[in-house]
């Protein structure tokens, strides 16, 4: 990753956080567990509106699944971040890498293509909330969805053998 990187990563490891984090017999043992079920919340519903969007249950209306799932999805995305950011400062020079990066880029992705659907194309759901087959622009986002966070979640788990 980038060397101008380094001397903050540094800093951060080396940090009263940091240290704490990676010192702690509970600390970094609960953020670990925090982030999974993060994770989990997160990955979980992104996963089951997807797969609405891409056709399956056509009898659950979109909008519905919207209200319910969408704070759920920021909830675990809210808990992801300040895990992340807990663990990171923990070993923040190690985990400076390739695949580190990827995972910000999916992640990136992820939430830039939840962005630009909510504003742009969601407004339109009454055209195909319940019974119709979601627009293809509706269905792209979909798989982006799926590709980015899977990325983002293999990657984060291949940050555990650097």
Known sequence: MHAWLLPWARWLEHSDLGTAIRTSLWLYPAAEVGHLLGLGVLVGTAVAFDLRLLGAARGLPVAGLARLLLPCA???FGLLVVTG???FS??????????????LGAITLGVVNASLFHRG????????????????PVRLTAIISLASWTTALVCGRLLAYL
């Open 74 to 76: 920021r909830l675990g």
């Open 121 to 136: 194309l969601f407004p339109s759901v009454a055209e195909w909330n319940i019974g119709m087959p979601s627009p293809v």
């Open 85 to 87: 950011l807990l663990l």
């Open 90 to 103: 923990a070993n923040a020079t190690t985990l400076l890498s390739g695949v580190f990066a990827a995972k």
